[in-house]
T-cell receptor, first 111, second 113 residues
Framework: DAKTTQPPSMDCAEGRAANLPCNHS???????VYWYRQIHSQGPQYIIH???NNETNEMASLIITEDRKSSTLILPHATLRDTAVYYCIVRVIITGNQFYFGTGTSLTVIP | NAGVMQNPRHLVRRRGQEARLRCSPMKGHSHVYWYRQLPEEGLKFMVY????????ESGMPKERFSAEFPKEGPSILRIQQVVRGDSAAYFC???????????FGPGTRLTVL
């Protein structure tokens, strides 16, 4: 599975959009981009995933560049409860059994 | 629909004892994954099981660690003769099918004295 690069930490003001970037320049054509988050000491929580097209669900939006070398997770209106470590993971959906969790981005939402 | 359940949530063992961690997957999920998270690190995959079968144990230490997922009952991660380096959070995840997104439990925090 390809590696990803994320900034180690970010701050965001409460109520504003949080934009979390991820670089995955060696991604293969059959690898999906997944986002999970881990709120302090809890189990990781699935957020969203996509292959090529932008995706949106009730939690977030995922914007993937046309060349698929990077993506951005958008939390449209960040709340204090969104403070967590966010993991960007690429995974071969056909054969991958595991998720490779790197060190992620520690997002702090500030009141 | 209850989520993934793990117990105990906290487990304290002395060096040399055995630790047994249990995981009940979400209803309808027959695929179980175990991960370990050392302090200040990301999660590391250990093993993937489907009912009664170990599918991928590439992340499992070769000694002292074993896992099972019997036909009836929860999945068990067993650590024999625990050492201080085994102190970590152990997370279980489940999915309805192979290669789907995985849903994680709250974890078991093992402390070895």
């Amino acid at each position: 599975d390809a590696k990803t690069t994320q900034p180690p930490s970010m701050d965001c003001a409460e109520g504003r959009a949080a934009n979390l970037p991820c670089n995955h320049s060696t991604i293969s054509g059959n690898e999906y981009v997944y986002w999970y988050r881990q709120i302090h000491s809890q189990g990781p929580q699935y957020i969203i995933h996509g292959l090529k097209n932008n995706e949106t669900n009730e939690m977030a939006s995922l914007i993937i560049t046309e060349d698929r070398k990077s993506s951005t997770l958008i939390l449209p209106h960040a709340t204090l409860r969104d403070t967590a470590v966010y993991y960007c993971i690429v995974r071969v959906i056909i054969t991958g059994n595991q998720f490779y969790f790197g060190t992620g981005t520690s997002l702090t939402v500030i009141p | 629909n209850a989520g993934v359940m793990q117990n105990p949530r906290h487990l304290v063992r002395r060096r040399g004892q055995e630790a047994r961690l249990r995981c009940s997957p979400m209803k309808g999920h027959s695929h179980v994954y175990w991960y370990r998270q050392l302090p200040e690190e990301g999660l590391k995959f250990m093993v993937y099981l489907q009912k009664e079968n170990i599918i991928d144990e590439s992340g499992m230490p070769k000694e002292r660690f074993s896992a099972e997922f019997p036909k009836e009952g929860p999945s068990i991660l067993r650590i024999q003769q625990v050492v201080r380096g085994d102190s970590a959070a152990y997370f279980c995840a489940s999915s309805p099918r192979q290669h789907n997104e995985q849903f994680f439990g709250p974890g078991t925090r093992l402390t070895v004295l």
